[in-house]
């Protein structure tokens, strides 16, 4: 696809990094993962033994659960997470007796204790890589420990080729009410080349037999620029995806962390660049892939989704995670956040499993984030879904975001990025495309130290 001038910024923007070379783009949480410290886990501890409603401020928190199930059928050539495909019955049971003696600490904290959750979302990893009777035996103890009844969102994320119709069924069983499924790109070729373990076949069997059982939600997740993309490949495989006409789509700008399996190549090779496609090629590819589903009737939502129908579909996890709710996060290298305290799990099986049966919280960093870090992480996070309005920060945090943060506005509005009216501050298509980069302009200096692209 030819450069597009539109997707590529203004004079003045921040230098686009054309070729996609080795780094983190995405921004998952502010301030960055690197602050967060060992030494401030006690702080976590603290805050979890105050009850929740003795604070005002949190009174009316909503809290959400996640789980993390890091298993995998293989490792895809381009993920970043911590995932085994290596465990056998027995360590996968002991990795949910932990996740369950886990969840029992939290439910008997003050901070928690009686609360329920407002959502539950299974992420991984492969959740749907577990057995029906040992997704069973999780969620009942899940269920007991911290009932669901109020939960009005249950997330399941799936791995099409480990989904039989048993295995739907159960699911379905568990009360998940939104489905969501990592196919990621239609082609055998292109998913072989990537290390994904599914096909095409399998794509299709799954989803219409999740349609056919009545999910009331069910969000498909592609990945623009993967390695041997094409021009052509991916008008097919947007074509593709519009025909299932999921409730909503999910697309991700191919990135190349260093813990991948591209990176390792890379260095191997000794190369600088990775072998997929130019920023300005994967903002346009999403791009395309927005128009035609525009074309259908569906609705942008952030930088990342389309759906269908805006009013009915709604994804209370990410509304959550991004306002700031309580997130009570279970499972190896997961991370959340309670009671003002930012805090992520040991990132690795062993010492995870060994922690938490020693009775202890597996928690290895945390962070209590500033006042003015809560607005921050707040304000840019809302501004991936595309607007935010002055008055919800005025409210909440008591600050006018139009001053504190004057300056980053007026640069992202000069570089054609920003429009503020009528109490809102609203990103265009083309910011939307490359907001994580432009996010870095709200980070206090002392946290800009990974910018990427
Ligand atoms: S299925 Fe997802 S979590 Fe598992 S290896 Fe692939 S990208 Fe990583």
């Not at 709604?314 to 190896?332: E, P």
Request: glycine share 8%; charged share 25%; net charge neutral.
């Amino acid at each position: 696809m030819s450069q597009n001038p539109i997707l590529s910024g203004t004079p003045g923007a921040p230098p686009l990094r054309h070729e996609t070379t080795a780094g983190n783009y995405f921004v998952a949480n502010y301030p960055p993962f690197a602050f967060w410290k060992k030494e401030s886990v006690p702080e976590l501890h603290a805050a979890l033994n105050v009850e929740c409603g003795t604070r005002n401020a949190e009174e009316q928190t909503p809290m959400g659960v996640y789980a993390h199930i890091p298993f995998c059928r293989k490792r895809c050539h381009f993920c970043y997470f911590r995932v085994y495909t290596d465990k056998d019955a027995q360590q996968i049971r002991g990795y949910l007796d932990a996740l369950l003696k886990e969840l029992t600490v939290y439910a008997g904290k003050p901070a928690i204790a009686g609360r329920k959750p407002k959502f539950v979302y299974f992420g991984g990893g492969t959740p749907s890589y577990l057995s029906p009777d040992q997704l069973r035996f999780l969620t009942d103890g899940m269920k007991q420990l911290l009932p669901w009844e109020e939960a009005e969102e249950v997330t399941f994320e799936a791995e099409p080729g480990t989904l039989t119709d048993h295995k739907l069924q159960a699911i379905r069983g568990l009360g998940v009410t939104r489905l969501s499924l990592g196919i990621e790109h239609f082609d055998d070729h292109i998913l072989e080349v990537n290390g994904r373990a599914h096909r095409s076949m399998e794509i299709q069997r799954a989803y219409a037999f999740a349609r056919e059982i009545g999910f009331p939600q069910i969000n498909i997740d592609l990945i623009a620029g993967m390695v041997e993309e094409t021009e052509e490949k991916w008008r097919e495989t947007v074509a593709k995806a519009v025909e299932l006409k999921p409730d909503s789509l999910t697309i991700y700008q191919m990135e190349v962390p260093y813990n991948t399996g591209i990176f390792q190549q890379m260095k191997a090779e000794g190369k600088l660049v990775a072998p997929v496609a130019d920023w300005e090629t994967k903002r346009a590819w999403v791009d395309y892939a927005y128009r035609e589903f525009e074309k259908i009737g569906y609705t942008v939502t952030s930088g990342t989704t389309v759906v269908r129908d805006p009013d009915k579909v709604k994804f209370l996890y990410r509304q959550g995670l991004f306002s700031g709710a309580d997130i009570l996060s279970i499972g190896v290298a997961s991370f959340g956040h309670l009671s003002g305290v930012h805090y992520q799990n040991h990132h690795d099986f062993a010492p995870y499993v060994e922690t938490v049966n020693a009775g202890q919280l597996p928690v290895y960093r945390a962070l209590p984030p500033s006042a003015d870090e809560r607005l921050i992480r707040e304000f840019i996070l809302l501004l991936k879904l595309g607007s935010v309005r002055v008055d919800y920060f005025t409210h909440k945090f008591g600050v006018n975001p139009r001053e504190r943060f004057a300056e980053p506005l007026q640069r992202l509005a000069d570089w054609g990025f920003l429009s503020r009216n009528n109490g809102t501050i609203s990103i265009n298509r083309a910011g939307l495309l490359q907001v994580d980069r432009l996010l870095h302009e709200f980070f206090l200096p002392e946290h800009n130290t990974g910018r990427y692209a």
